[in-house]
């Protein structure tokens, strides 16, 4: 409860704030966009991780103002890059299962301007676990929007491949997890991504795999023909400020 009270008061006073981790092409090494995520500094208790801020955030509305905030400043950040250059924000199941979502969305992209199809809204598999209809009417509109979605933490969960059938994806992220063991024998992490990747492509979409820190790694997901790589081996998420100034020395 006292966080949820620091999480409001934050956020009406600036301190919540985004910060951008670039997603880079691995053909030629360009930053082709950047996934926003939350940084908490909290006064007295630190910085706190949206890890245990936004669980907290979900067991009450204040999840809906905390994803309205999240894109709208990731939207406006957008607009002083490259206009290649794509923003992806996550949304929390339950704010996706919020009827109001899709016009939110719709109005933040009208506010700001930005071309929607440089938004893309990373979901996890949980939102499927919501209301049938409601889901579907959401995916229906937002697809209408033109912004694109990517399913985020793939292989996690339950992975039914039943969503992938149905849900208008345009990418899936793959989880860190497998990329944390693939370079270690008698793993299976490594054909899973290999095979993810594979799937992936057959459907049409876009993959990019997560989580990236060391070159070995780097090594054989690039040799497993991942196209888009985000992870510590390249950056970790940074503020607007240190996004502009490397744009500004060329990107
Ligand atoms: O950035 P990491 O840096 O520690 O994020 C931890 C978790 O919090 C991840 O699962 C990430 O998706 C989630 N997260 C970070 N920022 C946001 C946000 O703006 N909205 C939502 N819904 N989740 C976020
Ligand atoms: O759940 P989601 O995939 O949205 O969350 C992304 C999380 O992964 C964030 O917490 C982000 O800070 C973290 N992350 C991104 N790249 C790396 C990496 O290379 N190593 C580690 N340990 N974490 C990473
Ligand atoms: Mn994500
Ligand atoms: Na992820």
């Not at 033109?146 to 208008?168: E, I, K, M, Q």
């Not at 990329?179 to 979409?205: F, H, P």
Request: aromatic content about 8%; proline content about 4%; some cysteine.
């Amino acid at each position: 409860q006292e966080l949820l009270d620091d999480m409001r008061e934050a956020l009406a006073t600036g301190g919540m704030e985004m910060h951008y981790q670039p997603v880079v092409r691995t053909k030629d090494n360009m930053v082709v966009g950047f996934e926003a995520l939350m940084r908490w500094e909290h006064p007295e208790r630190g910085n706190v991780s949206p890890g245990v801020f936004i669980p907290a955030a979900e067991e009450s509305d204040l999840i809906n103002q905390l994803g309205e905030f999240a894109l709208r400043r990731a939207c406006e950040d957008a607009l002083a890059w490259p206009e290649t250059v794509r923003i992806a924000v996550n949304v929390s199941a339950k704010q996706f299962a919020n009827k109001g979502f899709p016009a939110i969305v719709s109005q933040v992209l009208e506010d700001t301007g930005i071309a929607p199809d440089r938004v893309e809204l990373e979901l996890t598999e949980t939102v499927f676990m919501g209301d049938v209809d409601v889901t579907d009417e959401t995916f229906r509109i937002l697809k209408g929007l033109g912004v694109r979605l990517a399913l985020d933490d793939f292989g996690t969960g339950y992975s039914s491949l039943s969503y992938l059938r149905s849900a208008p994806f345009d990418k899936i992220k793959v989880d860190k997890s497998f990329v944390d063991t693939c370079t270690q024998k008698n793993e299976n992490s490594a054909k899973i991504i290999t095979a993810i990747i594979g799937l992936s492509k057959a459907l049409g979409m876009d993959t990019t795999v997560e989580g990236v820190e060391a070159f070995d790694q780097f090594d054989l997901v690039t040799e497993k023909g991942a196209e888009y790589i985000q992870g510590w081996i390249y950056s970790k998420a940074r503020p607007q400020a240190d996004i502009l100034e490397y744009i500004a020395n060329g990107g």
